[in-house]
């Protein structure tokens, strides 16, 4: 099976763009002030003098000034997507909470139940469960064993799987959804042209 293609999208491709010219721009800045330097050591300020002393010393000030002023704005982008992502990621932390929650309630969890499968589904291994409920591992076996028949599944990876894909599965559920809203405004304005049509053919 060959793996699909990576495609980065125009805005990464600017940015990684932005970031190599900024690279650029300081090895540039770093040779004008290494060429500098060597000539001093050499004794030969006379060719700073013939070339420009003061505009080499101008253009390294702009490019370190222009370098300082892309560096800003990319941590400037750097913080506001981690920002982005931080409230992602606590937005889906939410929905999975939730639909933890609501299937706990549709298997009737006892309370113990539910905080030994929290405590599972976090990944926590039996021994460290009872002693973190300060109870004996058998207890957290059976405890284990009876939200599994309740939820229908043989085991932890299962009951984690279970969660996952249907938290999956809503997200699919909403874009198609999304699809469908768009789809009856087309076919309404094809059926009311075609309906029309027909009128139009019959008179």
Not at 30 to 52: D, H, N, Q
Not at 81 to 105: N, P, V
Not at 147 to 159: E, F, I, N, P
Not at 161 to 167: C, G, K, N, Q, Y
Request: with cysteine; proline share 2%.
């Amino acid at each position: 099976m060959t793996k699909p293609l990576a495609v980065h999208p125009p805005i990464y491709r600017n940015r990684a763009g932005a970031l190599f010219g900024l690279l650029g721009l300081q090895i540039f800045c770093a040779l004008l002030l290494l060429i500098e330097a060597l000539v001093e050591l050499s004794g030969r300020e006379y060719l700073l003098e013939s070339f420009g002393h003061h505009y080499l010393e101008f253009i390294v000030v702009l490019a370190l000034v222009l370098g300082i002023a892309l560096t800003a704005r990319e941590i400037r982008k750097v913080l506001a997507r981690q920002k982005s992502m931080e409230k992602t990621l606590e937005a889906a932390s939410g929905a999975f909470y939730q639909l933890i929650e609501d299937h706990f309630d549709a298997w009737s969890l006892t309370p113990s139940e539910r905080d030994v499968a929290l405590l599972a589904i976090k990944g926590l291994s039996i021994a460290e469960i009872a002693e973190a409920r300060h109870t004996k591992e058998g207890t957290i076996k059976a405890q284990c064993n009876a939200t599994y028949r309740k939820a229908g599944v043989t085991g932890r990876t299962q009951l984690l799987s279970l969660f996952i894909d249907e938290l999956l599965g809503e997200g699919l559920d909403r874009q198609r959804d999304g699809d469908r809203a768009s789809a009856p405004e087309i076919s309404e304005a094809t059926g009311a042209s075609g309906f029309d049509a027909k009128k139009a053919a019959l008179e």
